[in-house]
């Protein structure tokens, strides 16, 4: 309430300086050189792409297994979309798949830190140095998660970020962030988010609408001192669950690396039995959600791509057999228990 009022008493309802504040908060969070806040996460990625040079006809790599606007940015920003397979295990980019999908046309690539696990960068970013790719970290669903050590967002030539209320840092609206180390990038996406302006009325390029509002920054600024905690959190509840379900032929749980400090967005179990399982435990009184059930290469919106089922196989397994499990920062012991209780349940009998 105090970060409401500070923000309405200030009068400056979009942009000023909670949000500069805010930036220069999350780019320290993310151990990256600077930040630049926007109006979503979308915006995030769209400016992301036309900041880094996407012209028509250039081809980005991303993965099908996600949500839209990984990809919907890509074509928004004039490019084309290039989908490849994930890791069967891990869902994230196949870098093999990646390797052979690189093409004269090629200009980056879009890693996903799909529900909270980092993609594998190291092989990434060695293709990309190699062929002089840009890479973009799809983070909208990883704030604070690390990879070998780093957070995940600062390693890419630039992290998005997504403050979309579900989020692990969630604002009470829309809001999106890019992170990264090159000023000049950083500043073109500053015009892009504010038509264009450099000053009052003075246009260099033209640009969008796609400011953070100081509310949100106001409020993010207080949510991001627990996020840490909250991920801490995330990780025990995940913890509560593995020592719970254990892993068999007909279950599989999350992927757990050495290299990866996971986030948990989301607790991902898949099984062949998907369909019944869900039935089973919504009647049980549990909801559940399907992140994504059906892959993007096979929605109408990329029909025009003429990719077909068969084409990316592992996305295709990934997309029919996906569960996410209830996963929050203020679930209980007893919450888990009868998660966990239900999902055994279903199986034994
Ligand atoms: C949420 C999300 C986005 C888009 O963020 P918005 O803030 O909703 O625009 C992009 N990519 C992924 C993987 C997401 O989960």
Not at 53 to 80: C, M, N, R, W, Y
Request: charged letters at 20%.
């Amino acid at each position: 309430m105090n970060a409401f009022r500070r923000a309405l008493r200030s009068g400056q309802f979009v942009g000023g300086p909670e949000v500069s504040n805010f930036e220069s908060e999350f780019a320290s969070y993310c151990e990256s050189g600077s930040c630049v806040a926007v109006n979503s996460g979308t915006d995030a990625l769209r400016f992301a792409y036309l900041a880094l040079g996407l012209k028509p006809g250039d081809e980005v790599i991303t993965v099908a297994h996600t949500f839209i606007a990984t990809a919907e940015a890509i074509s928004q920003a004039g490019g084309k979309i290039k989908f490849v397979d994930v890791e069967e295990r891990v869902m994230t980019m196949d870098p093999a798949a990646a390797r052979a999908a690189i093409g004269p046309r090629t200009v980056g690539m879009v890693p996903v830190h799909l529900y909270g696990h980092p993609a594998d960068l190291d092989p990434i970013l060695a293709m990309a140095a190699n062929h002089g790719l840009w890479v973009v970290e799809d983070a909208a669903q990883a704030h604070g998660a690390r990879y070998k050590n780093r957070r995940v967002g600062s390693l890419g030539t630039l992290g998005c970020f997504s403050f979309y209320p579900g989020k692990n840092l969630g604002s009470l609206g829309e809001g999106g962030a890019v992170v990264g180390s090159d000023e000049a990038v950083l500043n073109t996406i500053k015009l892009l988010r504010e038509h264009g302006q450099s000053s009052k009325y003075v246009h260099e390029i033209e640009g969008y609408n796609g400011r953070m509002h100081a509310i949100q920054a106001a409020f993010l600024r207080i949510k991001l001192r627990y996020l840490d905690a909250w991920n801490a959190a995330r990780r025990r509840v995940a913890g509560l669950y593995r020592a719970a379900l254990s892993e068999f032929g007909e279950l599989i749980l999350p992927p757990e690396s050495r290299d990866a400090e996971d986030v948990y967005h989301l607790f991902v179990i898949r099984t062949a039995a998907r369909d019944a399982l869900r039935d089973h435990l919504t009647a049980s009184g549990i909801g559940t959600g399907l992140h994504y059930p059906r892959p993007l290469h096979l929605q109408r919106a990329y029909a025009n791509l003429g990719l077909s089922v068969g084409n990316l196989p592992a996305t295709e397994r990934a997309a029919a057999t996906c569960l996410s499990l209830p996963i929050f920062p203020e679930m209980t012991d007893v919450h888990v228990g009868q998660v966990a209780d239900a999902v055994r349940s279903f199986f034994k009998g």
